[in-house]
């Protein structure tokens, strides 16, 4: 909690509007597609809920026959229903199960949209990173260059031997080697990114993250929310199973009109009572819903811990960065001293140019690694906002 503190939380009444606004990053046809589950799901929800309610049923027939050498003609129309109306608490659960698998679907859905926003997000945070890191490698490879010509210089003066220039070659030919991979990993990147996003990355401007409290994690997080559901909607289908084996009143009633030879019309109606008395496979089938619903919360109670030691595991990484970057800048505010004795004793005729530009690089280098240790800290806590509840 001391770390929490030390890192000053929250901000996270703007929460909501950061991943509203975020949405928009999106390409148009993968909200599109997110649109159409959501409607999907509302609508398989309304149907799922109203399943218990039969259809009413029409039905027409026309019958044409000869008997006794005398033909018959008759068709004969009729409304018929057949309706369960108590199924010892079925109805109700049906009802139940409905509503809390319609929670379930609209959590999902919401945690793959978070989930897509984060692969842009993520994907725009690397690629700022990653020009960082090609910038640092074009430093290097400036130092390496000197190096070079100084160890070139040496050489021909004969006080290093040829291995020595050749190490410097090569450690050049490396870095320039790594250039070409990081530029590589940036296509890469971009290739990820368009398949997510038509947004113009130069024109997207990056969310700034707050680290939150973990109660506050756990409460608002997606994966726990989605798996409370299950064991919810898991709940009422043991119920919901339960109550097959359990009485049932049903309420029948027809109308018929029939005309013809016989012609006449007439309704009916009644109820019947019902009741399986043996089933053989009862028992098992009620024992694998107890066991789906016992595996839910089990799963409820994993998940919480993973959740929670996730969270754990952010904070320690973000700490680390945090301490990488006070020792960055430490390692920073010597090369600035440095630099400035060294541009002293160049103007003195002590020093080289060499010997200044490769300190410059160098704290440029530094200066960028300080950079880079931020945009990780904000990549560690976009994995746990991507996680949490943003919208609801």
């Known amino acids: 909690?001391?770390?929490?503190?030390?890192?000053?939380?929250?901000?996270?009444?703007?929460?909501?509007?950061?991943?509203?606004?975020?949405?928009?990053?999106?390409?148009g046809l993968k909200q599109e597609?997110?649109?159409?589950?959501?409607?999907t799901n509302e609508l398989n929800s309304d149907n799922l809920e109203r399943s218990w309610i039969n259809s009413i049923v029409g039905s027409f027939s026309y019958s044409n026959s000869d008997i006794s050498k005398r033909r018959e003609e008759s068709n004969t129309f009729s409304v018929t229903v057949n309706q369960p109306i108590f199924k010892?608490?079925?109805?109700?659960?049906a009802i139940k199960y409905a509503n809390a698998n319609r929670d379930f679907l609209r959590i999902s859905t919401n945690l793959s949209e978070q989930t897509d926003i984060k692969t842009v997000l993520s994907s725009l945070y690397n690629l700022k990173k990653l020009d960082m890191q090609i910038q640092k490698q074009k430093y290097m490879i400036k130092n390496a260059n000197i190096d070079i010509i100084r160890k070139e210089e040496q050489y021909k003066n004969g006080f290093l031997d040829s291995s020595y220039l050749n190490k410097a070659i090569l450690s050049k030919s490396s870095l320039q080697r790594s250039l070409l991979e990081m530029k590589?990993?940036?296509?890469?990147?971009?290739?990820?990114?368009?398949?997510?996003?038509?947004?113009?990355?130069?024109?997207?401007s990056l969310p700034r993250f707050s680290l939150i409290d973990k109660s506050e994690f756990l409460d608002k997080s997606l994966l726990l929310k989605q798996k409370s559901a299950k064991v919810i909607v898991a709940n009422y289908q043991k119920k919901m199973t339960f109550a097959n084996y359990l009485p049932s009143v049903t309420f029948n009633a027809g109308y018929y009109n029939t005309h013809g030879f016989n012609s006449k019309e007439y309704s009916d109606f009644g109820l019947k009572i019902s009741m399986p008395i043996f089933d053989l496979n009862r028992g098992r089938t009620i024992e694998i819903k107890?066991?789906?619903?016992?595996?839910?919360?089990l799963q409820l109670q994993d998940t919480k811990r993973a959740e929670s030691e996730n969270f754990d595991l952010s904070i320690k990484k973000i700490k680390l960065l945090k301490k990488k970057i006070a020792l960055a800048k430490e390692d920073l505010n010597l090369y600035d001293?440095?630099?400035?004795s060294t541009k002293d004793s160049y103007k003195a005729g002590e020093k080289t140019i060499y010997d200044v530009k490769t300190l410059e690089n160098s704290k440029e280098t530094m200066a960028i690694d300080i950079k880079i240790f931020k945009i990780d800290i904000q990549l560690s806590l976009l994995d746990l906002y991507a996680k949490m509840n943003g919208k609801i």
Do not use: P, Q
Request: charged share 25%; no cysteine; aromatic share 10%.
């Open 33 to 39: 597609i997110i649109k159409n589950e959501k409607k």
């Open 88 to 93: 010892s608490g079925g109805i109700y659960y």
């Open 337 to 340: 001293k440095l630099l400035l």
């Open 290 to 297: 107890r066991l789906e619903y016992l595996k839910s919360k």
């Open 1 to 27: 909690m001391r770390l929490i503190g030390y890192l000053s939380l929250t901000l996270v009444s703007a929460f909501s509007l950061l991943w509203a606004n975020n949405v928009e990053l999106l390409s």
């Open 184 to 204: 590589s990993n940036r296509l890469e990147l971009l290739k990820t990114l368009k398949s997510y996003s038509d947004k113009d990355i130069n024109s997207v």
